[in-house]
């Protein structure tokens, strides 16, 4: 069934709360493991059911925000998921205490019981009022970046929609675009500011009430962090910035002589050629078409997957006005169907999206495949990205498709931009970390805690009198900072990951590929450490680990920087 014909119905949602209710309650009286096991897969039909309709809603809500149906729809969702889930975790209260736990074990895994462990750390009923507020206030955000109506050399753009404006070979064009898209920002200054501090103080609220002093604990169990924590995070960040700050140093120095601007600024960075980055070459549906080719010729396994998306015209990637900022991939349970979001902008981006997203989706595609529960169909979400963040990379190969007599600039400047990534990743993550420690911070205060790491991070920025960049507020164009606290660091512990994936691929590309193949095939059955060590690689927690990786990459990229 193809996208736009799956039907939707507003699910009763406080039915399915009630009747989550007796399946806890029937779990508590199970005489057997068998018994559980059915609980809980009946459990897991109702779940794909409500989860089926959130989906669909969601979706149809971020294609046209200004769609009042689905908006009242979202909005319906963001009142009554929070029940539900509260209910969905005193079932998984109700499995965890039974006596015939041991058979959830020995039918999934053990990891099973540990995901389960850590959901009902993460929530209580007590929270649902706050859930609601901070789901409203999380929307509220979105609505807003989804309204940019930019002015812009007589035109009006979005956000999306400026982004070729601000890697434009002319300077005066790229800085003009990062002023217009500053003065949107600025234009709204209160409302980030007010928006954000409801957050800080909500979700500290939440942290207090189930035993916290701060959210940063909350948050990293609501991201189901099995096999690290936060003290691997912080050795993870401080890895970058000892070893791989210094080289993307070094690249950001050969990319301003590259394109001839020895004052170097922040407008001059998303320019990585002085005669134009790379673009794809064609309309949206023929960089499609080529996804499809490149996919069908990757693997017999990608191939199904890819004709299983376009059949059923699992895509929306076209900006346009009103539609939702960003990218993302989701899974209608109900119809076993990854969907893929996006904004196509006619830049770069536009094919990562076919690599980065499709990821995730073909991820997705294989869990389906299998009789998993919705609990295991896919690992943490640090891991989720180790699928759509290798594809990037093992795609290679087919990139030609898309940029032709550009691909040797796609190949360089893509390899760049991960890597020089990794020290933003680190300072979104210790900016949240930082501000979650001290929720009283003002707005302005805030703001110079970003200035100031900067400094630690990225320290070649030169925001010079940008609007809304130089006050340290450009934070806030970043979705996750707003509506998925410490998911960020989740794409450094990827990337790492990745980079060692397409190093081993220039050595033995289907190795590379079958291990790739091997730790995707896992789905959500083993943790980020035991899913790292199963393709043989190495976390970025290892001393050391980030410095080879790093001196390994440029050593590539100096072989390849012929421009």
């Known amino acids: 069934m193809k996208f736009e014909e799956m039907p939707y119905t507003r699910p009763d949602i406080a039915a399915a709360a009630k009747a989550l209710e ?104 007590k929270l649902i009022p706050l859930q609601q507020e901070e789901n409203a206030l999380e929307t509220e955000y979105e609505k807003l970046y989804a309204s940019a109506r930019i002015p812009f050399q007589g035109r009006e753009l979005t956000v999306a929609q400026l982004g070729p404006y601000k890697q434009h070979i002319d300077r005066a064009t790229r800085k003009e675009a990062f002023e217009a898209e500053g003065g949107f920002f600025d234009e709204h200054r209160e409302k980030l500011d007010e928006l954000y501090d409801k957050m800080v103080k909500n979700r500290t609220e939440q942290a207090r009430l189930m035993g916290f002093d701060t959210f940063t604990p909350l948050g990293d169990i609501r991201m189901e962090r099995l096999g690290y924590t936060r003290k691997e995070i912080v050795a993870c960040r401080e890895e970058v910035a000892l070893g791989i700050v210094p080289v993307a140093q070094t690249l950001y120095e050969r990319q301003a002589r590259r394109i001839g601007v020895p004052d170097f600024a922040f407008y001059d960075v998303p320019l990585a050629f002085k005669d134009g980055n790379p673009t794809p070459k064609g309309s949206p ?69 076919l690599t980065h997203e499709a990821g995730h989706a073909f991820a997705a595609y294989l ?119 410490f998911y960020y660091i989740d794409y450094v512990l990827a990337q790492a990951v990745a980079l060692q994936f397409f190093l081993a691929s220039q050595r033995d590309f289907e190795d590379a590929w079958q291990r790739y193949l091997r730790l995707t095939q896992k789905a959500g059955t083993e943790d980020y450490t035991g899913l790292v ?31």
């Open 22 to 125: 007796k399946l806890a309650a029937d779990a508590k009286r199970a005489k057997s493991g068998g018994e559980l096991l059915q609980v809980f897969e009946a459990a897991g039909r109702l779940q794909d059911e409500i989860g089926t309709a959130g989906t669909l809603a969601s979706v149809r809500h971020t294609v046209d925000t200004r769609d009042a149906y689905y908006s009242a729809e979202n909005d319906y969702f963001d009142e009554q998921i929070p029940l539900f889930s509260d209910r969905v975790l005193s079932l998984y209260r109700a499995l965890l205490a039974s006596p015939h736990r041991a058979a959830l074990d020995e039918a999934h895994g053990p990891i099973l019981g540990q995901k389960l462990e850590v959901a009902v750390k993460s929530s209580d009923e």
């Open 285 to 353: 549906e023929e960089i499609l078409a080529a996804g499809q080719k490149m996919y069908r010729a990757l693997s017999k396994e990608t191939a199904e997957f890819i004709d299983f998306m376009m059949e059923r015209g699992l895509f929306d990637v076209l900006a346009k006005p009103g539609k939702a900022p960003g990218g993302y991939c989701t899974y209608i349970a109900g119809y076993k169907s990854p969907f893929i979001f996006s904004n196509f902008n006619g830049t770069a981006g536009d094919v990562d999206v």
């Open 367 to 485: 869990a389906s495949g299998r009789d998993l529960p919705g609990e295991l169909r896919s690992p943490g979400l640090e891991s989720c990205e180790i699928h759509s963040m290798s594809m990037e990379f093992l795609t290679g190969e087919y990139h030609g498709l898309f940029f032709k007599e550009d691909t040797p600039k796609y190949e360089l400047s893509h390899a760049e931009d991960t890597l020089t990534f990794l020290p933003y990743g680190c300072q979104v993550d210790e900016f949240q970390h930082l501000v979650y420690d001290q929720p009283g911070l003002s707005p302005q205060q805030r703001c110079e805690l970003w200035l100031d790491l900067e400094k630690k991070y990225r320290p070649w920025n030169d925001f010079a009198d940008l609007p809304f960049y130089s006050r340290g507020a450009g934070w806030q164009r970043q979705l996750h900072i707003y509506t998925s606290p």
């Open 533 to 563: 060590a199963s393709a043989g690689l190495r976390t970025p927690f290892e001393p050391g680990v980030m410095r080879q990786v790093g001196q390994e990459m440029l050593h590539w990229l100096e072989a390849k920087d012929r421009f």
